[in-house]
Structure formats: C-alpha cells, structure tokens
C-alpha cells in the first residue's frame, strides 16, 4: 500500500502513459534518503508490468564511479536470466552489450577502445531498447544515479536526447541531500530538467496523517510499537520521522527492540545492530565491506564461520530486517544501513576485511574494479597497481574512457612507491602514460590529455617514445582545436626522430593532417606521399589508408582531377585499414566527392554501404558514421526522393544537446523548411544555442532564412544572412549559396546597389579562390549556386532576362530536382514578364509537378498564386467532373483575351459588353494596371504580380492617366471605384 504519494506516482504513471502511446519520456526522481523513492518506483514497475512494459532495473553503487555502466550491466544480467525473453535476446545480439554480461568476450573484430568503443556500446544501447519498444514498451530504471559513473551519466543523456517517438521510458533516482554544489550529477540534471519531455519529480516528507496511516500500517503487520496503543509513543515517532519513512520505520523498530533511541540516524541504526548477537553483528560487519550486496559463497568465505552458524546469523540478521535475501545472496534493506555499519569499523577492522575480500575476490576471477578498491582500501599498493592497470585496459575495451583513464592515473599514483612495477603492471610506465591521455582524450578532456604528453614527452629519452608522444600530441591538439603552430611543430620533430617502422608511417600521415588543416597545401601533399610509401613498406595499414584520404581531399582542392582524388578515396575503401573510424572517413569522403559533383547514383550506394558498415559494427553514432547518415539524407534530398530523407531524419533528434547531435540535426532542416512542416520551428529553436558554431549556423540558419523567406519576410531571411555571411571565411563556398539566398531576399525587397553588390562579389570571390590562392575547380553544385546568385542579382535590378534563368536551370540539372524546379519557377516568370506565355507555361507546369511529387507545400503555394495571376490551370488539380464543368462555363485561362471572357449567369452580357464608358477606351491589360492601382500597390508591386517591367507599368500608368483625364494615381483610383471597379480586380491576365 502506497502512502502519501498519488501526486508524485500519478506524474510518473503520466509519463508512462505516454511512452505506451509512442513518446519518449524520462522521469527524474529525487529525494533525502529514506524518503521512499525506491518504493514509489517499484509501485511504478508493477504498474508498467501490468500494462504489458518490458521493465529493467539496474542499481548503481558507492563502488560505482569506478565501475563503469554498472547499473546497465546489472539491468542486462537480469535480463539475461531470460533467455528468450525480449531484452535477453536483443542484447545477445550486440557484441557491445554481450560484453558486459559474466564470461563473455570481445572478439579481434569488437576489439575497438575509448571513444570508438562508448560510441558503439551507445548506439547499441539505443538500437536494443529500440528493437524492444517494437514489440512492447519499456521502462529502464537507473537506481542511486548519485554514485553513477560518468559513462552511466553520458548514457543517459545520450539517451534522454535521442529517444523521440519509441515506446521507452526512463526513471532515474538520486538523493537530493548527498548532491553536495560540485557533485558530478548536478549538472547533467540541470541539463536534462531544461528538456521538454524530462519531468522532475521530487519526494516530499510525508505530512503527520499521512505519517501516522503509515505507521498505523506498519503496527498491523506486526512491526509496530512494543505498545501499539501508545498515542503518546506513536506522536513522538512522527515528530522526531520529519516525514521520513525510513527513519520512522527504524524508530518503530528501536521501540519494539527496546534499543535505545539516539539522536542521529546513523545511531539510531546501529542501535538497531547492537541489539543482535556477536555472531551476526560480526558478519553485518563484514557484509559492510563488500558493499550494498554480497554472493552467499563470498560472505561465507569472508567470515570464515560454517553454514550452520553463518545460516543461524543470517537467519536473525534477515528477521530483524537488515538485510534481504535473495536468489544467490544478500542486500542491506536501504543503503544508509550499510553506510553507518561500515563507518562503524575500526581502520584495522576495516583494512583487514578488504584484504580478505581481495584475496578472495582474485581467486574467484573478480571485477579488476572490484579489486583495486579493496586493494587500495586495504593499503596493498602492489594488488591495486595490477588491478588498476587491468580495470583500465577492461574499462576502455568497454566504452567507458572516463573511468579507464581515472584507473590508468590511479596505477601512475603508486607507480613510484612499488617495487617492481614494471613487472607487476606488465607494460612501462610510459606506455600506461599514453593509454591514459588516450583514455582522456576519447572522453573529451583533450586538455587533461596534453598536459600528460606535455610531461611525458619532456622526461622521456628514448627516441620512438618521444616520436611517439609527438604524434598523439599533434593528433589531440588538432582535434580540440588548439596550439596548431605547436601541432605542427612537434609532428615534424616526431617525424625527424622516429625510426623507420609503422610509428614513421603514422607520424607522417598526422604530420600531413596537420599541415592540411593549417592550409600548407604543398607540404602536406609531400608529407602524405612519403606516409604512403612507408606504411605500404611497414604494413601499417591504417596509417596507409589516413594517407590516401589525406592525399584524396588535396587532389580535389588543388589538383587537376577529380577523378584521380576518387582513385584514391576507392583505394582507401578497397580493404580494411584496422582502424574502422578512418574506414568510414574514407567512405564518407569517397561518397562526398561523388556527390559534389552530381554523381547522385554512386553516392547513394557508397552511402548506404558506410551507413551499413556503421550499422553492423555498432558505430552509428559514430564521428563519421554520423557524418554518412546525414550524407545519405543529402543525396536523397537532392535527388528528390524526400520521402526517404524524411524517414532518414527521424533519427535527427530535435532535442540537442551537443555539437554532434545540433549538427546532424540542422539537416533535417532541409526536408522540414522545404515540406513546411511545423517541428521546423520547434528544431530552429534548439539549434539556436548553437549558432556560433560555424557549421551549424550556416545550415540552420540559411534555412531559417528560406523558411522566413517562404513566410514572406525578407528581413528576418537578411539577418539570418548576414549573421551567416560574418561568420564564414571569404573563400568557404558556402558563401555562394548563403548569398544567393541573400540575394532571393533583397530582390523581393527591390533593393539594388551596394548590398547585393556585395553579396554578389562574395559568392564569385568565394568560387574562384581558396584559402591560399586562385580555387582550382568548382564543383556542379558550386556553380549552380553562383548561377542563381547572378540570376537574383539580375532580378533584384530588373535586369533579367530568360537566359540567365535558363543558365541557372540548367546549372542545377545534374539531379537536384528540387533547386532545378525553383530556377525554373524564376525561368516562368521570367519568361511572362518577355511576353513567351507558352514557354513561361510549359516551365511553370514542370515546377508545379516537382513541386507537387516532392510535397514541397510552401513551394507550391507560390507556383499556385503564380498560375493565378498569370491564369495557368494547375496541371496537379484533380480534373473536374462534368456537372462541375457545366457551372464552371467554357473560360480558358490560358487563351483569354480582352473582351473575350465568358460565363457567368444564365443570359448574362459578357463583362466588355456592360463596361462603364469612362473604362471602355482601356485595354484590358490598363484595366489591370488600374485596379492594382486603386488597390494602392506601387509600381513595382504591380510589375512583380502582372510579370512586367516598372518601366512598362509606369507607361501603362502614364495612358491610363490620358485617357481618364486625371492628372493623378488618386484620382484614377477614384475613378476606378465609381465605375465599379474591385481594387486589385483583375481580367484576366493578358501576358
């Protein structure tokens, strides 16, 4: 029976309602201990069973910082105890997840590490629940997320921002009053509260009648009071609770004990232990030791008593509900009970038992983990340097570079103060130093990672060490974006010392990426050449194959062909490297080459099989197997199956947190912006945080201004340009299509001279330049963009005409239907303004087509009001019946002239026939000009929707003006309104 808690549980019970009907949604639970959040939850899990959830529940521990993705192991070992069971079987099937069950092993192909390992083991994590939800809904309860690990946190995030519409729901507990200002978990709840599928639940204390029913409960089930008539002892149990359960429970039990009763709850605790007899508070004791659990077989072997009398105090331990037992072992019933046992040794009572749960847990084949915390705890520094080092080498293989590179630290910590380490850790102190600035720098600390190689790097003497550590110096500081001049400086000193071997070969091939980044072009194509030629003699395959791609992407910047950058990139796919983040660099690479320069076909099929590779070894959500997903979505953007790219972009979370996942969101965009769809907003939202990022505030931001300018409002699309443009290099060829963009707006605005000047002088700059000199080519896509660019130059001065449309239509037809279609909307316009009605149709219906099979809706809205102004039939309406073409009379649009429309009512004069006499020496095309007029619109405005020049319709203005006898817009205006003329009216239009 739950007490006091139908809110709190009704709020979760919500959030479970929700993720049944296809929401993601997480809960975090908080409280002071013993409030009662374990109870509400388990409440919660028999609520999820009964309506049909897969429910897995996996506990963190004290121990759990250095024992990485505990309470997900612990989940998935329950699971496992259900072989045919949902979970048990989606987790088998993940090399990544079979990993953290007992025995199992990494094969040479899982055998990846760090930052490559955690992204595997996160995408396997997500696939699996996804797998789950399939069938049924799940609810993944992390308990005492306080000790979590920081992998197990990074999990969670991870999670909370990537389910979106799978049938999951996550809980999380923690307690409140152990979250002390700089405690690790404070700021990733911050971070998850700010999220608007996480609801925050906090467990308040009972209130006094709900304490007293409470309490009431328990005295009926026979843990009460000594007295349970006592009111008096009943009231003073529920003033010294302040609505804590727990502790009124342990009250109620000190009463009926006849312990005394302290002050604090940590005494109040032991009181309840000093009641037992010294057999079983001796084995609590030990207990302690081992933690909140303990295995049967170990708690004997610990205590050295015989099952009788072990069995005889665990009976009176288990009965005084201290512990709990379980299948295979024993729990204490709340962790604060073990705490204040444990706080309750004496150091050498303390030391003791640690080294006697090390020796044993190390004949037992033991956690590592496990065993340098006793070793440490018992003062054996020899025992915790060897278990410290293999809980690194376990951690990293695990995913979990966090704790691998704390375990790492720990074993260099002692190094000096045991004898023989060497020997002992089985690897030199210079090379745990590397795995540890590895460890570091695959968690994202690349600072903690360059100070280690900094110093390891200046103590060392041995040539290939100091080669070594310059190599990974360069590497790191390269990726985090720091010293480059000292990237480079210390990769050529690496290279000049290092002997000639597969350390030479990966040298060069970092030297190379160094000096790319830096733009020295030259030197870098030198260095990754003499790279390839010493890995290919040393058999250093990896670094071969960083060589090509670093030789692939130079070619195509500065050399003469594109095919031979392609050769290269195929050469790197052609086998594996060892190293799958650089097999699916070389992927990516090859398929966007291909894609660039209008290879649709090929680049779908390399993406799809980078996007399979990635899929198969566990590296989705990879650095490039990210980057090959949303490449896949590009191609199938461009060639116009949006359908596909939509179904592709439901993976791109709108909730982001990081620059990883605001990246692959922001391309989402281009479906969402183009389809019109409403989530566009929700995700530009999020993606704001991140606009400083250049990338993704020139993706998120361009498409904010196409969606801005969809809604008719150039300013808005302005800001976001120049926003754009500031933040972009002059020679970065995204300036060409974020100006023609720019230039799209001033147009609609008719705004001439020094701003679209500008814009235009940047978008050509920017095609015919690189970072280092004259550009040597220009890919197909580049050179549409600068076409539309000239174009909207054109059309913001009225100076187009066709033929610059025509060039940007043309531009675009190597595949990218959707920009194809608007250039050839441009061409329509176009081509009514020169009077070509047949032409500017036969455009306008293609556009509309396009427009119409791609569901662009904001796209096709425009081409329908440009079919009605310049009186197009839609060739996508559906064709009408014959009773609808009976009322609908014999107008055709498309052929109407002055004085020839028909229709209306039965008998009634044609419009010419009864047109006032002041109006009837105008011509149809002058009537136009005139309503538009009345209507106020300027000249301009009339042009853009008659498709004429200004010029044109200031002499249409100037005969109107003549024939009336008016000497002025207002008074023709007022003429137009006496002889009944609509404002805006039109005949018609006569183009």
């Not at 007992?102 to 990846?112: M, S």
């Not at 596909?644 to 990246?663: I, N, P, W």
């Not at 003006?961 to 609509?982: D, F, I, N, P, W």
Request: proline share 4%.
């Amino acid at each position: 029976m739950l007490i006091g808690r139908s809110a709190e549980l009704d709020r979760l019970a919500g959030v479970l309602d929700a993720a049944a009907g296809g929401l993601a949604g997480v809960a975090l639970v908080g409280g002071d201990a013993g409030i009662g959040k374990t109870r509400i939850v388990t409440e919660l899990c028999g609520l999820a069973q009964r309506r049909g959830f897969v429910t897995l529940v996996g506990q963190c521990a004290e121990l759990g910082d250095a024992l990485p993705y505990l309470p997900l192991s612990d989940a998935l070992r329950g699971a496992a105890a259900d072989p045919d069971g949902p979970v048990g079987a989606a987790a088998a099937a993940r090399p990544a997840l079979r990993r953290l069950l007992p025995g199992d092993e990494a094969g040479p192909a899982e055998a990846t590490t760090g930052g490559l390992a955690q992204q595997r083991l996160f995408g396997s994590v997500l696939d699996m629940l996804s797998e789950v939800a399939g069938r049924q809904p799940v609810l993944f309860v992390f308990e005492d997320l306080h000790w979590a690990d920081r992998s197990t946190r990074d999990l969670l995030v991870f999670l909370t921002r990537m389910l979106q519409s799978e049938r999951v729901c996550l809980v999380g507990t923690y307690r409140t009053d152990d979250l002390h200002r700089r405690h690790p978990l404070r700021p990733v709840l911050a971070e998850l509260r700010r999220l608007p599928l996480v609801t925050s639940v906090e467990i308040p204390p009972l209130a006094d009648e709900e304490m007293a029913e409470y309490l009431g409960v328990l005295d009926r089930s026979g843990e009460g009071l000594a007295q349970p008539g006592s009111g008096r002892g009943m009231t003073t149990v529920i003033e010294r609770a302040g609505g804590n359960p727990f502790f009124a429970e342990e009250l109620l039990a000190a009463g009926a004990e006849r312990a005394r009763v302290p002050g604090t709850l940590s005494d109040l605790l032991l009181a309840r232990a000093e009641t037992l007899s010294d057999t079983a508070r001796q084995v609590l004791r030990v207990a302690a030791v081992a933690g909140r659990r303990v295995g049967h077989d170990l708690l004997r072997d610990a205590t050295g008593l015989g099952d009788l009398p072990l069995e005889e105090a665990l009976r009176e331990i288990v009965s005084r509900r201290l512990l709990t037992a379980g299948s295979d072992g024993y729990a204490f019933r709340h962790a604060l009970l073990q705490e204040a046992v444990y706080d309750d040794l004496l150091p050498g009572e303390r030391t003791r038992l640690h080294a006697t749960f090390a020796a044993l847990l190390a004949e037992r084949g033991g956690s590592p983990a496990e065993l340098a915390h006793h070793h440490l705890a018992a003062h054996d520094l020899p025992g915790a340097l060897r278990a410290s080092v293999e809980a690194g080498r376990l951690a990293a293989g695990l995913g979990a570079p966090a704790e691998a590179h704390r375990h790492f630290e720990r074993a260099l910590e002692v190094w000096d103060r045991v004898p023989e380490a060497e020997r002992l850790a089985g690897e030199t102190r210079a090379t745990i130093a590397l795995d540890s600035a590895a460890a570091a720098a695959a968690s994202g600390d690349y600072h903690r990672a360059a100070e280690q190689l900094r110093r390891l790097r200046r103590a060392a003497s041995d040539p290939a060490l100091i080669a070594e550590t310059g190599e990974r110096l360069s590497y790191y500081l390269a990726d985090a974006g720091g010293d480059e001049a000292e990237a480079i400086t210390v990769a050529r000193e690496a290279v000049d010392i290092a002997p000639h071997s597969p350390l030479l070969a990966r040298t060069l091939a970092t030297y190379a990426r160094a000096l790319f980044r830096q733009y020295r072009y030259e030197e870098a194509a030198a260095t990754a050449s003499r790279a390839l030629e010493v890995a290919q003699a040393t058999g250093a395959r990896d670094a071969e194959a960083s060589a090509l791609v670093s030789l692939a992407l130079i070619e195509e910047e500065f050399g003469s062909s594109v095919e031979h950058a392609v050769d290269l990139l195929t050469r790197a796919t052609r086998r594996a490297s060892g190293d799958l983040s650089i097999d699916l660099r070389a992927r990516f690479n090859l398929a966007r080459i291909h894609y660039e320069n209008g290879a649709l076909a090929v680049a779908a099929r390399i993406t799809e099989d980078g996007v399979r590779l990635a899929g198969e070894t566990g590296l989705t959500w990879s650095t490039f197997g990210t980057d090959l997903r949303f490449l896949h979505y590009l191609v199938h953007y461009a060639d116009g199956d949006w359908d596909a790219a939509e179904r592709l972009a439901g993976g791109f979370g709108v909730r982001v947190g990081t620059r990883a996942e605001a990246q692959l969101s922001s391309f989402a965009l281009f479906v969402e912006v183009g389809r019109g769809r409403p989530v566009a907003d929700e995700r530009l939202r999020w993606l704001s945080r991140f606009w400083s990022d250049e990338l993704i505030g020139y993706m998120a931001r361009g498409m904010a201004a196409e969606q801005a300018l969809w809604r008719g409002d150039p300013h808005t699309a302005l800001d976001h340009v120049d926003a754009v443009v500031a933040a972009l290099e002059p020679f970065d060829p995204s300036v060409i299509r974020i100006a023609a963009t720019g230039l799209w707006a001033l147009a609609d605005l008719g705004r001439t001279g020094e701003p679209s000047d500008d814009l235009l002088r940047r978008a050509r700059w920017a095609a015919q330049n690189g970072p280092n000199g004259p550009r040597g080519r220009l890919g197909p896509e580049g050179m549409a963009w600068l076409a539309r660019a000239e174009a909207e130059w054109h059309r913001a001065h009225g100076t187009e005409d066709p033929q610059v449309w025509r060039r940007a239509t043309a531009a675009f037809g190597f595949g990218f239907r959707y920009e194809e279609a608007r250039s050839r909307w441009r061409l329509a316009e176009s081509l009514l303004r020169t009077g070509e009605r047949a032409a500017a149709r036969a455009e306008w219906e293609r556009a509309v087509h396009t427009a119409a099979a791609l569901g662009a809706r904001p796209f096709l809205q425009t081409l329908r009001a440009v079919g009605t102004r310049a009186g197009f039939p839609d060739p996508t309406a559906t064709v009408p019946t014959a009773s609808t073409a009976a009322h609908a009379g014999d107008t055709h649009a498309g052929d109407a002239r002055a004085g020839d429309v028909q229709g209306g009512a039965a008998g009634e004069q044609p419009r010419a026939a009864r047109e006032p006499a002041r109006l009837s020496a105008l011509t149809a095309r002058e009537r136009e000009v005139l309503a538009h007029v009345a209507g106020g619109l300027a000249n301009r405005e009339i042009g853009e929707r008659l498709f004429i020049s200004q010029k044109t319709v200031s002499v249409h203005v100037s005969n109107i003006l003549a024939k009336l006898g008016v000497t002025s817009r207002t008074q023709a205006a007022a003429v137009a309104l006496q002889e009944g003329l609509s404002p805006g009216a039109a005949d018609g239009n006569t183009v």
